[in-house]
């Protein structure tokens, strides 16, 4: 994967291929095309019509989704720490086998609440010491508490199985996920560029964090030839998505005392 280099610790990935249209969801414009005029000049992967339209779609949205494509070296990766990554696996894969053991119509229940499992309060009580080099948060992250430590077990999660990828592996990787992230459902999920997610997985937005979260099973599940994450990184992807499903949007109105 090709960066230019900007300073010795620093380099700037290639740009994301521009929409040609406005991809502000109330474009005013939108029946009549809304060709764009420009982009977002951090992340480059939104293009707007109007200095309106990208001012409203940043108030509303893009804000919790955006990341520079600069990577900087002493942010791309946090350091390895097993115990850490032994911790927040146990707690999550913990929290889906409490899942898998439910009745299958209890989900699909109006009135059910994931925080009513004794293991979501458990992620809610987690420390991760990893989690104070990371200033960003999520959207209504008081009003829904599981969001914050969602984001930062999948900045842990995310910057371990990626650190040992060979540049052909990162190449190969970064345009798959390019490939099943471009166009994601909208409005709740931001755009996830691949070859942030493969050279900075711990310094991007919590909205790229979120859809990344859906797509990270998938991705740990294939094998790609040029690199293969194994049935533990599937187990611990498969757990962190489903638990992102059922706990991302709730309040914890269950598991208040």
Not at 15 to 29: I, L, Q, R, T, V
Not at 80 to 87: F, G
Request: glycine fraction near 4%; hydrophobic fraction near 30%; charge should be positive.
């Amino acid at each position: 994967m090709s960066t230019s280099n900007t300073t010795q610790d620093n380099a700037v990935l290639p740009a994301p291929k521009p929409s040609g249209y406005c991809e502000f969801d109330d474009c005013p414009d939108a029946d009549e095309g809304a060709a764009a005029k420009s982009r977002c000049s951090v992340c480059k992967d939104y293009s707007y019509c109007s200095q309106k339209c990208q001012k409203l779609h940043w108030k509303q949205h893009h804000k919790w989704g955006c990341s520079s494509l600069v990577v900087e070296k002493d942010k791309a990766f946090l350091e390895p720490d097993p115990e850490e990554l032994k911790k927040l696996e146990d707690v999550v894969v913990r929290w889906h086998a409490a899942f898998e053991k439910l009745p299958r119509e209890t989900p699909s229940s109006r009135a059910w609440k994931a925080s009513s499992l004794p293991e979501s309060q458990e992620l809610l009580q987690l420390e991760i010491p990893s989690g104070s080099s990371y200033t960003r948060l999520p959207p209504d992250h008081t009003t829904y508490p599981f969001r914050l430590p969602l984001t930062l077990i999948a900045r842990r999660f995310t910057s371990e199985m990626l650190s040992s990828l060979t540049p052909e592996a990162r190449t190969v990787l970064g345009g798959y996920i390019t490939t099943c992230g471009h166009n994601p459902p909208k409005p709740h999920f931001t755009k996830v560029y691949g070859p942030k997610v493969v050279e900075k997985p711990a310094d991007l937005a919590p909205g790229e964090y979120n859809f990344w979260m859906t797509l990270a099973p998938y991705v740990a599940f294939q094998d790609f030839k040029v690199c293969k994450f194994g049935e533990e990184w599937a187990k611990r992807m498969r757990a962190l998505a489903t638990a992102r499903v059922f706990l991302w949007d709730d309040r914890n109105l269950n598991g208040r005392k």
